[in-house]
């Protein structure tokens, strides 16, 4: 889970901009307009990063925008992705953990209504270094 900028060709043609990942395959994606293509772009990006992360993949070093070669309609330029902002945005999904405490802070955190799940998840997000 990680942070990345890879480079991306980009083409218009007739009404939208194509975007292709050279150092991924089958990352590719299209928008109707420049922002709209960055944003798919990002998008893409970002999910197949995390299917290689989750599967073990390899994952490749960026080629260098400068190294390149883009076609008379085509331009360059790099996109970042965010894998782990893509999990927190895409995965709403809960799993269920039972645990033990002892009984008496048990009965104390009730008394003050603490929410157990929350506390759970604040503790291991701290722990595990997710900001």
């Not at 307009?33 to 197949?48: I, P, R």
């Not at 008496?104 to 998840?121: P, T």
Request: proline fraction near 5%; hydrophobic fraction near 40%; glycine fraction near 4%.
């Amino acid at each position: 889970m990680a942070k990345y900028a890879y480079p991306a060709i980009f083409e218009e043609d007739e009404g939208s901009i194509a975007v292709v990942f050279p150092d991924l395959k089958n990352c590719y994606t299209q928008g109707e307009d420049m922002v709209d293509a960055l944003e798919m772009a990002s998008d893409v990006l970002s999910g197949k990063l995390v299917f290689m992360e989750d599967n073990g993949e390899e994952i490749p070093k960026p080629t260098p925008i400068s190294e390149l070669e883009v076609g008379e309609h085509q331009y360059s330029t790099l996109v970042m992705a965010d894998t782990m902002a893509y999990r927190k945005a895409n995965s709403t999904k809960s799993v269920k953990k039972t645990l033990t405490i002892p009984s008496w802070l048990n009965d104390i955190a009730e008394k003050q209504s603490i929410n157990f799940s929350q506390v759970l998840q604040d503790a291991l997000i701290k722990i595990v270094g997710i900001s």
